[in-house]
């Protein structure tokens, strides 16, 4: 063999044993891991939802009478005024309704005021015919036909007028169902939905079953966004609490808004894979002026605050079995898991168990298990996955990101 393929071969062999005795010398410092020490930081806890634009006072109007729409003074987007004219159902239906029920309270006065003669005359005959019996002039059958006769029209007036009483209130009913015809403007606000063209017919609202909403109109001086917060959040939020909002419509601004309701039942799921939330409201100060409803939000609500709370980086947390110990039983209901994290101690991982409270962007305050001051292992995330405590561990620096080649 030639004298350079020897030393080629002498090369080769080593850069293998010095590759393997690096490997081995790196196993024996231990697992590679990156630490920092347990600090105090200001927490701000959030939660974060999304939800649309809405007025916080708006009217649906519906149809109370069925008929086609004859007249409509309004579009969207129009300003309107409490009373103002929106539009006319056909009335002649309701009109020939009221008048037909005018004719029936006439009839039942002209009945009534034909059964008072009556019983005028039967109590003036009955009057008489007691002065007669008195006097003994007249047989007692007659006089007993006499008052029954009295008795008759007293009866016959007393239906008369209660069919009057009823003929008014009917008549009553018909001017409302004609006044239904016409469609005014129950608020001062804004035309912000007109679901109706003129011809169309307006359907009325029968038992459970919602009417033809035919317009909406809002005060958009006073806006809301409806959020959807998931149910594992919705513990944490509460009324008054402040609030960052971001609309689509509006991009690069924040709004402050202000909780102002918190629903107490989830919102009805359209399928069973759908997650659970609830509603919450947040009112947004000082809106732009040509907000509109139905616009999309998100929304972060602070739902707390610490200063200088003892804090660690999420990524440090992890979860492990409790281990039972020899004899020990686990009680029904008790968790089968703790959160904990491990410290560097003496070049080795050690795990203690925390309890942790606020929940921060980045990090989560520790409550009971650190002082501060320890050194934590906070990654790589595949060194903390792997760790059960007692390993031998060096400390080694994140590497930087590499810059992004051009």
Do not use: C
């Amino acid at each position: 063999m030639k004298r350079k393929q020897w030393w080629i071969l002498g090369g080769g062999l080593v850069v293998v044993l010095a590759g393997g005795l690096g490997i081995a010398t790196t196993r024996d410092q231990g697992i590679a891991v990156q630490a920092a020490p347990v600090g105090r930081e200001n927490l701000q806890s959030k939660v974060s939802a999304n939800g649309k634009v809405q007025a916080v006072t708006k009217a649906d109007i519906s149809a109370n009478v069925m008929g086609q729409v004859t007249r409509l003074a309004v579009k969207e987007g129009d300003r309107v005024t409490r009373g103002q004219f929106l539009m006319e159902i056909d009335p002649r239906n309701a009109r020939a309704i009221s008048d037909a029920m005018q004719a029936s309270l006439q009839a039942a006065k002209s009945d009534l005021a034909s059964a008072t003669a009556t019983m005028a005359q039967a109590k003036a005959d009955f009057e008489r015919a007691r002065a007669n019996r008195l006097a003994g002039i007249i047989a007692a059958a007659d006089f007993e036909k006499a008052r029954t006769t009295l008795e008759t029209a007293q009866a016959a007036q007393e239906s008369y007028t209660r069919r009057m009483e009823q003929a008014k209130a009917t008549v009553a009913q018909s001017h409302v169902g004609l006044g239904n015809s016409t469609i005014t403007a129950p608020m001062d606000g804004t035309v912000t939905a007109r679901r109706i063209e003129l011809g169309e017919t307006a359907v009325p609202g029968i038992q459970n079953q919602a009417g033809t909403v035919l317009v909406t109109i809002s005060d958009m001086s006073k806006v809301e966004a409806e959020m959807e917060v998931d149910e594992a959040s919705i513990p944490t939020v509460k009324l008054a609490q402040k609030a960052q909002v971001r609309i689509d419509a509006y991009p690069n601004q924040n709004f402050e808004g202000e909780v102002t309701e918190v629903g107490g039942s989830p919102i009805l799921k359209t399928s069973i894979n759908e997650a659970t939330k609830f509603k919450v409201k947040v009112w947004i100060k000082n809106p732009p002026l040509t907000i509109k409803p139905g616009l999309s939000v998100q929304a972060d609500i602070y739902t707390g605050s610490r200063d200088q709370a003892l804090a660690i980086p999420f990524q440090a947390l992890v979860m492990r079995e409790i281990k039972l110990k020899p004899g020990e039983t686990r009680q029904p209901g008790a968790p089968r898991e703790e959160e904990g994290v491990f410290l560097q101690e003496g070049g080795k991982a050690k795990f203690v168990g925390v309890k942790t409270g606020l929940m921060g962007d980045l990090s989560v305050e520790v409550l009971s298990g650190l002082k501060g001051g320890e050194s934590l292992i906070t990654g790589p995330n595949r060194a903390l996955r792997d760790l059960k405590g007692g390993e031998k561990v060096r400390v080694e620096k994140a590497k930087k990101p590499e810059p992004p080649k051009s």
